[in-house]
């Protein structure tokens, strides 16, 4: 079955940087878009961030654009969420999402909605 | 940016009443609404998607409906495992928001 591992978080100093990771088992990695969201404890969700299958096109939420940079390695089944300067407001439980999409005619396409979730890697931004 | 406007905001209720969360979308997102369960813990839970399409493997007490800018979930008779918190999504453009959730608690 579908299987996604988050890596990489941890406590930070506001300003520094953290490398997410999210290692994907039990489908075809590189034939799904991938997304990144996270969760401010206690607090709702926030979609962070989307990559199509094969990195073509990535897009950000307007809180994080410019600061982190989603990417995958499709041979090592692997998604990343690089953050730089980061925020005290960026504290949050941060989860990998497999999206619900599909392949036609040689391409692949997202539908922007997850069916599989990690369990989530909590980062915590504080001086 | 599309803005979800969840109701209510926390839900108190025995087992085996029937359950009923609103989701309000600040413009027509017309079916392009999912619905996830999320536990303390645990990887969240993919319900519905295109408002009413149940996923695979969930129990048909749950049931999604709406279109355009009101959407309802609905738990015919509430079980112990579906005390939870769940949130509605759209995904008609980016960004991609979320509803800010309906704590579901044992009354």
């Known amino acids: 079955q579908v299987q996604l591992v988050e890596s990489g978080g941890g406590v930070v100093q506001p300003g520094r940087s953290l490398r997410l990771s999210c290692a994907g088992s039990?489908?075809?990695?590189?034939?799904?878009?991938m997304h990144w969201v996270r969760q401010v404890p206690g607090t709702g969700l926030e979609w962070v961030a989307v990559?199509?299958?094969?990195?073509?096109?990535?897009y950000y939420a307007d809180s994080v654009k410019g600061r982190f940079t989603i990417s995958r390695d499709n041979s090592k089944n692997t998604l990343f969420l690089q953050m730089n300067s980061l925020r005290v407001e960026d504290t949050a439980i941060y989860y990998c999402?497999?999206?619900?999409?599909?392949?036609?005619?040689?391409?692949?396409?997202?539908?922007?909605?997850?069916?599989?979730w990690g369990q989530g890697t909590l980062v915590t931004v504080s001086s | 940016d599309i803005q979800m406007t969840q109701s209510p905001s926390t839900l108190s209720a025995s087992v085996g009443d029937r359950v009923t969360i609103t989701c309000r979308a600040s413009q027509s997102i017309s079916a392009w609404l999912a619905w996830y369960q999320l536990k303390p813990g645990k990887a969240p839970k993919l319900l519905i998607s295109k408002a009413s399409t149940l996923e695979g493997g969930v129990p048909s007490r749950f049931s999604g409906s709406g279109s355009g800018t009101d959407f309802t979930l609905t738990i015919s008779s509430l079980q112990p495992d579906d005390f939870a918190t769940y949130y509605c999504q759209h995904y008609n453009n980016y960004p991609l928001t979320f509803g800010g959730g309906t704590k579901v608690e044992i009354k």
């Open positions: 999402a497999k999206d619900r999409g599909f392949c036609s005619g040689g391409t692949c396409y997202v539908r922007n909605w997850f069916d599989s």
């Open positions: 039990g489908f075809t990695f590189s034939t799904y878009g």
């Open positions: 990559i199509l299958y094969d990195g073509s096109e990535k």
